[in-house]
Structure formats: C-alpha cells, structure tokens
C-alpha cells in the first residue's frame, strides 16, 4: 500500500513539473503568434514583388490564418489568474483575431491578383503586429 501511495505522489509530482505554468504557455502562444504575423508579411511582401507564385502565396497565407485560430483557442483556454487578467487576454486575443482577418483579406486579394489590396493590408498587419507587441511584457519582447 505505501509504495501505491509514492508511486501516486511520484506520478502527481512529475505531472506537476512538467505543465507549464500560465505565463509560460501564454509567451509561446504569442511567440507563435508573432512568427506568423512575420511569414505573413514576408511572403505577402514577396508576392507583390514577383518574388513568390499565387499558389504559394495564397497556401502560406491560409496556413497563417489557421494558425492564427489555433493560437486563440490555446489562448483562451489558459487559465486566468493574477499573472494573466482575463482583460489581458481579451485584449490580446482581439489582436489576434484581427491579425487573423487582416491575412484572410491578404489571401483573397492575392487570389484576384489585387496587388494594391495586398499591399494596404501589409500596412495594417504591420500595425496590427505593433499594438499586439506593444500589450506584450517587457521580457517577452526579443
């Protein structure tokens, strides 16, 4: 019976280590959430340059927006607590979610060939991307 008992405080203690804490998970789903905005913009940017197809384009863009809704599900199912004010996480996840749309508008343009389209979306990625680092912590900018 006693060794059930540490087997079962070992097993809740290695548990216990190996989840990350809120913070923690939070700084990787931003982390994510920025190299998308990042492969996003480079690759919209290539394209309006010639420098990338539409098919490669287009499929980049999709992927980043399907990423962009992974990471507000994750988002959202952290906890909250004192380290993460619910109203924190609202805001974050209201940039990703425009981030989100900013790129779906990027891949339709790219589909019609609307280069000028494309190119106005750049900017508001960009901006996007500048507010949603600006809610960051100091210690989770590079």
Known sequence: M???????LLALT??????KAAPDRLTEELQAVKSWTATSKMVA???????????YAKQTLNKAQQEFQTETDNIA???SSTAIPQSYKLALLGHIKRLSKITEQMSTAVEQENYSVVSQ???D????????DSQLPQQNKP
């Open 2 to 8: 006693k060794s059930i008992f540490i087997g079962y």
């Open 14 to 19: 290695l548990l216990t280590a190996c989840s």
């Open 45 to 55: 940017d290539a394209w309006v340059r010639g420098a990338v197809p539409k098919v």
């Open 77 to 79: 199912q952290i906890e």
């Open 121 to 123: 979306r750049l900017g």
């Open 125 to 132: 990625l960009s901006q996007e991307g500048q507010k949603l």
